[in-house]
Every structure is written in C-alpha cells, then in structure tokens.
C-alpha cells in the first residue's frame, strides 16, 4: 500500500492477495459521480471499500460500497417522494380541468334545455292567461243560472221575477257564445297538454341523459342514448345542422349511459361547430356477433392530417381561445376506453368527419368510475 502509507512486508507478504490498484474517488464528487466511477471498476459485491482522494490524488478517507449504496437509496427515496407528491398535483389538476370540460359540456345542455323548455312554458302561459279570460263568461253564466234556480225553488217567486230570470240566463247565454266557447276551450286543452308533454319528455331526456336516479352501469339500448343525446343537443344544432338517425335494432350491453351520452353530446356539438354553412349530421347505429357500433357522421370542413393526429391529445384544440378546453374528445376517448371499447376519426378537409365507436357486447372488464 505504498501510494497511501508505507508498504506491508512480513513472514507473509500481503502484496499477493492485497489489491495494488484500489478503487478511488474524488472528494468533490457527487453522489451520482462517485456511484458511477464504483460500479465501473467494482470487483467485490457490495462489501469492498474505495479511498477519497482530493483533487491531487491525496488520501482523505475511506468508503465503503454498501455507504454508497444507502445513500443513494436515500436520495431515490427523497426523489420518490417528490415524483409521488407531482404525481398527486397533477392527478388534482387533471381532476379538476375534467370537472371544468364536464361543466363547459353543462353549461351548453343546460341552455339548450332552458331555451326548449321556453317554448312550451310559453304557450302553457298564455292558455292559462285565455283560460281566465274565457271562465269569466261561464263564471256569469253559473250565476244567472243559479239565480234562476234559487227562484225555481222559491216559493215566493211570482211570474215576473221568474221570467226576469229566465231572461238574464239567457243573455249571459248568448253572450257567452257557449257552443264557440266549448270548441276554444277544447283546443286550448289539447295545446296545454301538448307543451305539458314537451315539457315531461325534456324533463325525462335530461334525466335519462344524467342517470341521477340509475345505476352506475346497466344494460342499456344505446339507441336510447343517441335519442336522448339528440334530444338535449337539439337547441344547439338546429341552427347548424340537420340531424337525421338511422338506427338498427341492438342489444343490450352493459354500460355506464351517462357517460355514453356526454361522448354523443359533446361528438354533435363539435360536429354543429364544424359547419361553415348549414349542413348534415348523420348518425347510424348497428351491431354484429361481438360489438355494437355507432357512428356519427357531418359534412362540415373537415381536418387535415396534421390535425386529425392529435385530436384526442389533451388541451389540444382548434377553437378560438376562450371557447374550448381541448379536454372533450380526450374524455371522450378515455370514456370509450374504460368500457373496452374504441374511438376511431376519418376525416378530410371539405368533405366532413366521421367518429366511429365499437363497445363489446359482452364486456371484456370492469367498469371504472370516473373522475
């Protein structure tokens, strides 16, 4: 050991079993420095020691590989903690942009279901305000009439009174126009209960659509889920886009409905935002031995390559700033994927795109509940 003190010599030299060349690393060194110049000369596992050296090649301690080994478990460990703590932040973040699309995605249900609901509201309105209106003859009518019957069982009413009376019942008679009055009356129940029904059929859209009182999955007509995806959408595309179904008979198959339905409502909506002028927006469903299909199909403006690569990245959209969170198809696309199915876009500038899912008749693994 002549390089580190004065060399060993007795009745039995160590200099045949001793190592003439022992591993050695500079004081300044890092952790990851000192890990790297060990392993790369290590002969003997875990146990052999090495020598620190400073900057002239002077000794300056001792170190053992088994010293490195915990310190470098120590600092993976500390790194673990902070790659568990950013894995935890983004896991919240992500969370809560996928609260924030899910509420975008509300927002527009909700406003579209509130101008629907207007309509009917409306004219259940007015016919209440012309109900009114019309009960006051016949409010009158009952009177004269009651009077004449008062008189009719009273004794003490002569000729003339009576006759008075039967004269009043029938003005009020005529001025009440009682046969036209029973044909609007009639026609103003049959319009009330009209708007009630649109209304009833909304409420229930919007319910099925949620699944608030359901189950998380069930076996479901995904049929179902179009007409009620349609139904709650209509508002925003009508304007934009004819919608036309085209529906085979399905099975059932087990599904989470809601979150089928925010797929369809949010593959309409952006299907209604692609159009540059009225279009058409076709949506096919059918099925074969092992999976149902649906498809949703517009001729709108279309993607380029480019653009249909990354549409089910997250954040990546091409709306204006302020209008999108580029979250919607990636959900979509999680959504799909959780029932064991796929989402697959064709798509060509000027000629449209069509969004094409398959989910397994019979499912291939649990459902997840999302976040």
Same mark, same amino acid.
């Given at each position: 050991m002549q390089r580190f003190g004065r060399d060993l010599w007795g009745r039995h030299p160590v200099r045949d079993v001793m190592n003439r060349a022992p591993l050695s690393v500079s004081l300044g060194a890092s952790l990851e420095e000192a890990a790297q110049q060990v392993t790369g000369r290590l002969q003997y596992p875990i146990t052999e020691d090495f020598a620190l050296v400073d900057e002239e090649g002077r000794y300056r301690g001792l170190g053992t590989v088994l010293d490195l080994l915990k310190a470098m478990e120590a600092r993976i460990a500390q790194r673990n903690r902070v790659l568990r703590k950013a894995l935890v932040d983004l896991k919240e973040s992500q969370a809560q942009l996928v609260q924030s699309e899910k509420m975008a995605s509300l927002g527009q249900m909700v406003a579209g279901v509130a101008h629907e609901l207007n309509t009917p509201l409306g004219? #259940?309105?007015?016919?209440?305000?012309?109900? $009114? $209106?019309?009960? &006051?003859?016949?409010?009158?009518?009952? &009177?004269?009439?009651?009077?004449? #019957?008062?008189?009719?069982? &009273?004794?003490?009413?002569? $000729?003339?009174?009576?006759?008075?009376?039967?004269?009043?019942? &029938?003005? #009020?008679?005529?001025e009440a126009a009682v046969e036209q009055l029973r044909e609007d009356l009639r026609q103003l129940f049959v319009d009330t209960r009209y708007g009630l029904g649109q209304i009833g059929e909304l409420v229930s859209g919007l319910k099925d659509f949620a699944r608030l009182d359901r189950a998380f999955s069930e076996e479901v007509d995904l049929n179902d889920c179009v007409r009620n995806a349609v139904l709650i959408a209509r508002t925003a595309i009508k304007d934009k886009a004819e919608i036309s179904s085209q529906l085979g008979e399905l099975p059932l198959i087990a599904c989470a409905p809601s979150q089928i339905n925010q797929v369809l409502l949010n593959l309409l909506t952006n299907a209604a935002q692609a159009m540059e002028r009225f279009g058409r927006i076709l949506l096919k469903s059918w099925a074969d031995e092992r999976q149902v299909f649906l498809s949703v199909q517009d001729n709108g403006k279309g993607?380029?390559?480019?653009?249909?690569?990354? *549409?089910?990245?997250?954040?990546? @959209?091409?709306?204006? #700033?302020?209008? !999108? @969170? !580029?979250?919607?198809?990636? *959900?979509?696309?999680?959504? *799909?994927?959780?029932?064991?199915? @796929?989402?697959?876009v064709a798509s060509e500038p000027g000629r449209g795109t069509r969004f094409l899912i398959s989910l397994p008749r019979e499912q291939a693994r649990e459902l997840k509940r999302s976040a």
């Open positions: 004219y #259940v309105g007015n016919n209440l305000a012309l109900l $009114e $209106e019309l009960s &006051d003859p016949l409010l009158r009518l009952a &009177d004269a009439q009651a009077a004449l #019957v008062d008189c009719l069982g &009273d004794p003490q009413c002569d $000729e003339a009174r009576l006759a008075q009376a039967l004269q009043a019942a &029938d003005a #009020v008679r005529r993607m380029p390559a480019e653009v249909l690569g990354r *549409i089910f990245d997250p954040f990546f @959209t091409t709306k204006p #700033v302020g209008q !999108g @969170t !580029g979250l919607g198809l990636s *959900i979509s696309y999680k959504i *799909i994927q959780q029932h064991g199915g @796929t989402i697959r």
